[in-house]
């Protein structure tokens, strides 16, 4: 049966070809695969590989773990299976891969039902409780404003403004006699 390790810590621009090649100093391994990111196409910075007998990748292990390749200190060991609900968006949402009620596989109850359970069902509209709403000064206005007419009005005409510009025309420290300014 063959035994698959898993090689961490890998450095980003290493390649298939050089792992085949680092790890045949034991053994041509079965298979070498370095998974990459989905979005980018890069390496993800480990590996696995596959070896037929399970004295060839224990030798492995003993050799290669903590073996510096390419300035990077190699972890090595052997791979646990993937458990259900791994994978990159595993730890998205917490609780995502489990759930209170039966599995997706497990449909003991009517193929009909929902597999995951979401809590109680809701009330009929006319059981629950009315929403409870502010007093009605607090409300919002239901049509527009009305605008209230009456008051006076003060405005000065045109010819007015004009006619006392002679008053104001002189900035106040301006005004101040010549008399003044030496006196200081």
């Known amino acids: 049966m063959p035994v698959r390790l898993f090689v961490g810590n890998l450095p ?3 390649t298939d070809a050089e792992l085949k ?3 045949s100093a034991v053994e041509t391994p079965l298979s070498v695969r370095l998974p990459t990111d989905r979005e980018t196409g890069k390496p993800r910075g480990f590996a696995f590989v596959e070896w037929n007998d399970r004295a060839q990748a224990e030798e492995a292990i003993r050799r290669f773990h903590q073996h510096v390749f390419k300035g990077r200190p190699l ?3 052997e791979a646990r299976p993937r458990e259900e609900g791994s994978g990159p968006r595993s730890n998205a949402f917490p609780g995502a891969g489990r759930s209170a009620g039966p599995g997706p596989t497990d ?3 009517r193929p009909d039902q929902p597999t995951r359970n979401f809590g109680p069902d809701a009330l009929p509209r006319d059981k629950r409780k009315p929403k409870r709403r ?7 206005p239901k049509k527009p404003i ?3 007419g009456g008051g006076q009005f003060f405005s000065e005409s045109v010819d007015d403004a004009q006619d006392d510009q002679s008053v104001d025309d002189v900035a106040f420290w301006l005004r101040a006699a010549p ?4 006196a200081e």
């Open 75 to 77: 972890v090595v060991n």
């Open 12 to 14: 980003y621009d290493a």
């Open 21 to 23: 090649e680092l790890f």
């Open 179 to 182: 008399e003044d300014q030496d």
């Open 134 to 140: 502010g007093a009605k000064g607090e409300r919002g």
């Open 146 to 148: 009305p605008e209230r």
């Open 107 to 109: 449909r003991t109850g």
